[in-house]
Nanobody
């Protein structure tokens, strides 16, 4: 069982930046691939970014086209934390952002249903 808590959300003007954090409990954090998803009112949860177990220069990342070049996912396994740096924010980035943990042995997944554990979410609001 993994419990995760997101933080770092808030209200920001278009063009601004935020850094989201997701800290997990337990000693098995490094065994999980991690992902960030977001959900706007009335919409389905959508993939944002994912990172492999190792992170850093030895790991791999994957991004949704809508955030590529603006958002950066990273992780620090010593701190049981995954981060999402959000730059050049747009009003359409407004959503609740969730981190998810995936213990499957396959490649990075963009499908929310493949993630085993979720945090409670953190609200990001971008004003125009």
């Amino acid at each position: 069982q993994v419990q995760m808590v997101e933080s770092g959300g808030g209200l920001v003007q278009a063009g601004g930046s935020l850094r989201l954090s997701c800290t997990a409990s337990g000693r098995t954090f490094s065994s999980y691939k991690m992902g960030w998803f977001r959900q706007a009112p009335g919409k389905e949860r959508e993939f944002v970014a994912a990172i492999s177990r190792s992170g850093g220069s030895g790991g791999s990342t994957y991004y949704a086209e809508s955030v590529k070049g603006r958002f950066t996912i990273s992780r620090d396994n010593a701190k049981n934390t995954v981060y999402l740096q959000l730059n050049s924010l747009k009003p359409e980035d407004t959503a609740v952002y969730y981190c998810g943990a995936d213990n499957d042995v396959g490649p990075l997944s963009v499908v929310a249903g493949r993630y085993n554990y979720w945090g409670q979410g953190t609200q990001v609001t971008v004003s125009s």
